[in-house]
């Protein structure tokens, strides 16, 4: 990455926002590439995602991110499997008003986090380094959310012990899951299948909603 490459990237994200029809604040912008930043550095060493490309982890790590921001339920949200902090960082940045758990079995990435979310000073997020069987919140969640985690069977048995009663499964796919979404147990309901539209982005995304019985 040069130098070029870094000084034109905050404008880029800002353009992108906008293309994409999200107006946030300076400030705002201003942690979301500072975010970027440091995932970069972090990614030299903890290897916490594939993408290198600054541009292309603008697209697909905070623009994906927030394209599932206006389907969350609640409140009282849980990002499992959060890696490298997606998409529960840039959904906590747009919502400082809700409450974020990034909760990650990897140890190097609850590291990064934790790093994250101090010099970010952000308010609204901790960090939970447990695998997602054994992790036994206070209170449970109105949103789950998964990124890049196992099948939605999977995912929906695992983490069912931290869903609230009213609360709302959401499973972020690349192409529309026709298998996976047949083999959904019969305690669960398919609420919608949400095609995300990302402006910049090719590849296809999904977002599927799914409630308890």
Not at 70 to 75: D, F, M, N, P, T
Not at 157 to 176: P, S
Request: charged share 20%.
């Amino acid at each position: 990455m040069t130098k070029t490459d870094t000084t034109t990237m905050p404008l880029y994200l800002q353009q992108t926002l906008l293309e994409n029809g999200y107006q946030l604040s300076s400030e705002t912008q201003q942690q979301l590439f500072a975010f970027l930043e440091l995932m970069h550095k972090w990614n030299r060493v903890f290897n916490l995602t594939a993408i290198r490309d600054f541009k292309e982890s603008i697209l697909l790590h905070i623009l994906d991110s927030l394209s599932v921001a206006k389907y969350l339920h609640g409140e009282n949200i849980i990002d499992v499997g959060s890696g490298a902090g997606l998409p529960g960082i840039p959904l906590a940045l747009m919502y400082p008003d809700k409450t974020f758990v990034l909760l990650d079995s990897n140890n190097k990435k609850t590291r990064f986090l934790t790093q994250a979310v101090f010099e970010l000073k952000i308010k609204n997020v901790s960090v939970e380094h447990a695998r997602v069987e054994d992790f036994k919140p206070i209170k449970t969640f109105d949103s789950i959310i998964t990124r890049a985690f196992a099948n939605i069977k999977v995912m929906l048995e695992t983490t069912q012990h931290l869903l609230a009663e009213d609360g709302q499964f959401l499973a972020m796919k690349g192409v529309y899951p026709e298998a996976e979404l047949k083999d959904i147990p019969a305690q669960f309901n398919v609420l919608a299948v949400h095609k995300l539209i990302i402006k910049g982005l090719l590849a296809e995304r999904h977002l599927v909603c799914v409630k308890r019985i």
